[in-house]
Every structure is written in structure tokens, then in C-alpha cells.
């Protein structure tokens, strides 16, 4: 029986062959921080184009944004975000280190949702659960997980800021924008992706749970009386979207949170759970944020945040459903999707096992000896007709095709094409063929460059 795949062999994978890296390594890293090498950057830039095209390009109801990190502390202020986000606080009383409480309940089997602090502490101290390294906690205490910072330049004349938490609030502040600049009839959508903040108390198992994160998510916004019907139609979508990255049905479960558990905004939030290495774990989320938003930033702002229906002249603060993403536990969720170890050729190998339209890496042209002028200028030029279909084409002579081919495997490129003595003409009936190799079965086949070149037009579409 194979041996489930784990999170420390992804990991490793992961640094080995430069998909990530931990932050600032060389002075010792910092928890919670994260650097994309040259293959995991396009892999997660992959996925952002997929997801943008899926739910904003090909749709006349959405309009994408960017907007600022920072933002006026009353935009934090009025959303709720200054006063409610916050997480439960223990420190070892020895060592002076700081936990999740509700993780440490978790861990220890026990479910907190819905526990006030005096409840977590109770617990705590019922089932005796200590630190790590064997010492008492402090009594939980309420942990703000914004990072605080400040604008300007006179000692104690600077204004406090908060780097973002979430990018929902951009999208908020700029429902008048896009109104006034743009017109659109509800229900619409106002999409963004970009970083967040959390000042994690414990951050780990690597990618998921980081104190800087990107979120791909959106803000549609529609009458009162449609959000039931909205809120399945986008629930459909998001598994649709799961469908396309390659998921299989056991690998999402859907979670119904419950009202105690819910954050402050939300009338109904449903997570949608990925089976990583180590369980099921959130990678996203629906919520129906009713009109709590818009209305609290009309009412802080002074600024009417209303929608006006060219068709009745009513004015009405409209509703919002929210499907958000994270995309640091895409790249995850996708490389645990992805990685496999079988054996080929007698020989075991680490393969990821990545769609085209995903790969990092296309294809990979490579001469079969590289001391030959003429299967290097042959290789070249057909490494120039594919990259007509896609750029991302390898070039890979350093040693025997063997070894190429599995250093291939291990970053997941679909095909590697090796051009011979036979595509010069050795063979006369196989001139301008190659060899085209599959990752997946290592099986190989000889074909023009046309043939390979729609091949790769086929399943990049």
C-alpha cells in the first residue's frame, strides 16, 4: 500500500527545487514568512490567472481592483475589524511564549468554537494541558491580529495605521467609485487579489497558516431578496473552480459554520475545507455579509454608499456575498494534489503530477548530446517554434537524458522533447520527428514538431 503523502516531503521538495523558501533564511528565517523561488512564483501566478479568468474576465458583472495596503484607521474602525479581531492569547508563564489557545484545545481533541475566554481557561486547566515544553499557561486573554504601524515623521506626532487584515474593505471603500465611474446594474461583483496581515500568535504548517497571505476574493453586491438564491448559484461555482485545479469530490468538504463561530459581519458562512497532508483544513470560504459593510461605512464616512435602480429610482444599500480564497493554501492544496512518488524504469522517483495549465514548466526540449553542434541548433530551433504556443519551454542538456528527464518529474513539467540523430535524418522515414515523453507514464512517441506543438495548443486551452 502506498504511504500517504506528508507535509515535511513537500516541504523539502519545495526547497530542494525551488518553489519556496523560508523568509529571510540566511539570518535564521522569521516564523510565518515565506519566499516564492523562480518555480513556485509562476506556479502561484498560474493559479491567480486561472482564478481571474474564471471569475472575472469572462464575466460583464465584475470589475477587478487593486487597492492600497494602507488605509484610514476608520476604515477599521467602522468595519469592526479594531474591536473584534482578535484570537485567544496564552503564554507559558516560564518561558514566556506565546500560543493558541483554542489551537492547544483543538490539539488536545476538544472542540472551542463557541467558548468564551473564561471557558477556554477552564478547559485548559481541567485536562491539565501545558506548553510544549511542560510548563502551566496564563489565563487566555483577547489578542488583537492586526499589525500596528505609523505614518509621518515628528516623534509622537505619527498617525497609527493598521496594515490591512483582510481586502474586503478596499473593495468596500470603493463601491462609490466603481458606481459613479462604471454605472453597473446588481447584482455586480467588485474582485481584487492581494496581501493581508495577520499578526499569527503560532504561525505553522508552512504555507498554511502565515502572517503575511494573499486572498483572491470578491464582493458581490445584489438586492436583499436574492442572496439565498445567489449564495447556492456561488457555492456551485466554487466547486466548480475546485473542479477545475484537478480536486476530486473527497477532496473538499464543506462546513457549515455555525452562528457562535461566525465572524461579526456574516448571517450565514459556509468554509470549504481541502484534505492537505495533515486533514481537512480551511482553503475557502462563502459568506452573506447582508448590508453590514456599506452600512457602517456610510455611517462613519458620511458619504451616501447607496445604490440607485435606473429602472424603479428607489435607493437601497445593497447586500454582499463574499467567496473568498487564500492563495498561499492553493499553492499548497495544489502541490499536495500534485506530488507523488512511484517507480519508473525500476527506479523510485518524486513526480508532481501538475495539470498543463498549471505547470510551472511546459515542456522541456533537449538535445540528446549536447558536444553536437547540430542536435544543439536543431533543439534550439524547435524550442523556439514551441515557445510560439507557450514561453514557459525548458532548456535541459546537462547530463544523461535519464537524469533530465527526472529532474523534470520532480518540478512537474508535462513533456520533455528530445531531438535526435533520427529527426536530422539518420532514419530517413523519422526526419523532423522527435521524442515526446510523458511525466505521468514516461511512455514516449515519436511526432513532428506540428503534432507535439498542437498537442500542447490542446491542452493548454
Known amino acids: 500500500m502506498k504511504e500517504p503523502v506528508t507535509l515535511e516531503a513537500i516541504v523539502s521538495l519545495c526547497k530542494r527545487r525551488g518553489f519556496v523558501f523560508p523568509g529571510s533564511e540566511i539570518y535564521g528565517g522569521l516564523a510565518g514568512t515565506f519566499d516564492y523561488g523562480p518555480l513556485g512564483l509562476t506556479l502561484k501566478k498560474n493559479i491567480e490567472k486561472l482564478w481571474w479568468e474564471q471569475f ?21 474602525e467602522a468595519s469592526g475589524h479594531a474591536a473584534t479581531f482578535n484570537d485567544p492569547l496564552v503564554t507559558d508563564v516560564k518561558t514566556k511564549k506565546r500560543y493558541r489557545a483554542d489551537h492547544l484545545l483543538e490539539e488536545a481533541g476538544i472542540d472551542p468554537v463557541g467558548m468564551s475566554l473564561e471557558e477556554i481557561g477552564a478547559m485548559l486547566s481541567e485536562k491539565d494541558i501545558k506548553s510544549p515544553d511542560g510548563n502551566s499557561f ?19 506626532g505619527e498617525m497609527p495605521l493598521y496594515l490591512r487584515p483582510e481586502t474586503a474593505q478596499g473593495m468596500f471603500v470603493n463601491f462609490k467609485n466603481i458606481i459613479d465611474s462604471f454605472h453597473p446594474k446588481l447584482p455586480f461583483g467588485i474582485a481584487q487579489i492581494g496581501r493581508a496581515f495577520r499578526n499569527e500568535i503560532a504561525p505553522r504548517e508552512f504555507l498554511f497558516r502565515v502572517r503575511e497571505l494573499e486572498i483572491m476574493e470578491f464582493e458581490y453586491f445584489l438586492q436583499e431578496k436574492e442572496w439565498e438564491t445567489a449564495f447556492e448559484y456561488w457555492r456551485v461555482q466554487i466547486h466548480a473552480w475546485f473542479k477545475m485545479l484537478g480536486f476530486e469530490a473527497d ?25 492537505y497532508p ?8 462563502l459568506a452573506y455579509r447582508t448590508d453590514f459593510d456599506l452600512t457602517n461605512h456610510e455611517r462613519e464616512s458620511g458619504q451616501e454608499l447607496h445604490y440607485l435602480d435606473p429602472e424603479t429610482n428607489e435607493k437601497s444599500v445593497p447586500h454582499v456575498i463574499e467567496p473568498t480564497f487564500g492563495l498561499g493554501r492553493h499553492v499548497l492544496a495544489v502541490l499536495a494534489k500534485a506530488y507523488d512518488e512511484d517507480e519508473l524504469g525500476g527506479e523510485t ?26 542536435l544543439v ?25 535519464g537524469k533530465r528527464y527526472r ?7 508535462p513533456w520533455c522533447i528530445t531531438i535526435d540523430f533520427d529527426t536530422l535524418g539518420e532514419t530517413p522515414e523519422l526526419k523532423d520527428a522527435v521524442t515526446l515523453r510523458d511525466r505521468d507514464t514516461g511512455e514516449q512517441e515519436r511526432l513532428t514538431v506540428d503534432e507535439v506543438a498542437e498537442r500542447m495548443r490542446i491542452a493548454l486551452a
Open 56 to 76: 472575472v474576465d469572462i464575466r460583464d458583472d465584475m470589475f477587478g481592483i487593486d487597492s492600497a495596503i494602507l488605509m484610514n484607521p476608520r476604515v477599521w
Open 138 to 156: 496564563s489565563e487566555p486573554q483577547q489578542f488583537n491580529m492586526m499589525f500596528k504601524t505609523s505614518v509621518g515623521s515628528v516623534e509622537g
Open 251 to 275: 477532496d473538499i468538504k464543506e462546513v457549515e459554520v455555525s452562528g457562535t463561530d461566525r465572524a461579526h459581519y456574516s448571517k450565514r458562512t459556509l468554509d470549504f475545507y481541502f484534505k
Open 278 to 285: 495533515n486533514g481537512y483544513k480551511e482553503i475557502g470560504g
Open 349 to 374: 522517483r518524486s513526480v508532481l503530477r501538475f495539470s498543463p495549465k498549471l505547470a510551472p514548466i511546459k515542456a522541456m526540449v533537449s538535445p540528446l548530446l549536447k558536444n553536437k553542434p547540430e
Open 377 to 401: 541548433e536543431k533543439a534550439r530551433e524547435v524550442r523556439a517554434q514551441l515557445r510560439k504556443i507557450h514561453p514557459a519551454i525548458a532548456w535541459d542538456d546537462n547530463g544523461n537524458i
Open 407 to 413: 529532474r523534470q518529474d520532480e518540478i512537474g513539467t
